[in-house]
């Protein structure tokens, strides 16, 4: 873990942890270095039993297969008990609940992981904080949010392809709203005019 939280940026290692979590109805153990070798998706959300985050949530585990088929997990977190989660899952959507669940939810509940990752508020819960990390354990990409307002998945998604495929083309760089099939730019002063000129 660095030592310095606040200094947590893109191209670090992202901070280890160990925790339990809520997984096909069972408490499980989940490190983050158990994961390297995948990318993950980490997301922090504020707590259970409310009302954005059931939408996110859901949103992760409806298209969890699209994520696992690019060899990417799904990690959430909240500072939560894993017997809140346990009971949040085992309540129904339609009566407030999230349901089954494809992905873990990780229990922070003495707030280590938030406060590693610098997403913690001053009234103890983590705002809407995700972190795209790479095989190799690095942080890829960050974003943080409020707490009134989601993440698109859809977006997560997109910014995972262009980080597999700048990773798996180091020659090259995804332009604004880049998605697979597009051209790509050449980072150099006379080629990158190639990608101007095809427009």
């Known amino acids: 873990m660095i030592s310095d939280i606040d200094c947590l940026k893109v191209g670090q290692s992202a901070p280890n942890f160990s925790a339990t979590a809520v997984y096909d109805q069972e408490f499980i153990p989940v490190k983050l270095t158990e994961y390297l ?4 998706i980490l997301f922090f959300y504020p707590l259970d039993f409310t009302f954005v985050c059931p939408t996110e ?3 992760f ?6 994520f696992s088929s690019v060899n990417t997990e799904i990690l959430g977190i909240s500072v939560d008990s894993e017997y809140s989660h346990l009971a949040w ?6 009566s407030g ?8 939810l990780v229990s922070d509940l003495k707030k280590t992981i938030s406060k590693a990752y610098n997403v913690l508020n001053s009234d103890g819960v983590a705002l809407r904080g995700l972190f795209i990390i790479d095989k190799e354990g690095i942080i890829q990409h960050s ?11 859809d977006e997560t998604y997109r910014i995972l392809q262009a980080i597999q495929y700048v990773q798996a083309n180091p020659d090259e760089v995804c332009p604004a709203d880049w998605q697979p099939g597009e051209k790509t730019m050449i980072p150099d002063p006379v080629k990158s005019k190639e990608y101007f000129t095809a427009i």
Not at 61 to 66: A, G, V
Not at 97 to 104: C, M, R, S, T
Not at 144 to 152: D, E, H, K, T, Y
């Open 37 to 40: 070798g995948k990318y993950v």
């Open 57 to 59: 949530i859901i949103a």
């Open 61 to 66: 585990s409806d298209q969890y297969e699209r």
């Open 89 to 94: 899952i085992q309540t129904d959507r339609s």
């Open 97 to 104: 609940g999230i349901g089954e669940l494809k992905y873990p």
């Open 143 to 153: 974003t943080i949010n409020n707490l009134a307002f989601g993440r698109s998945v």
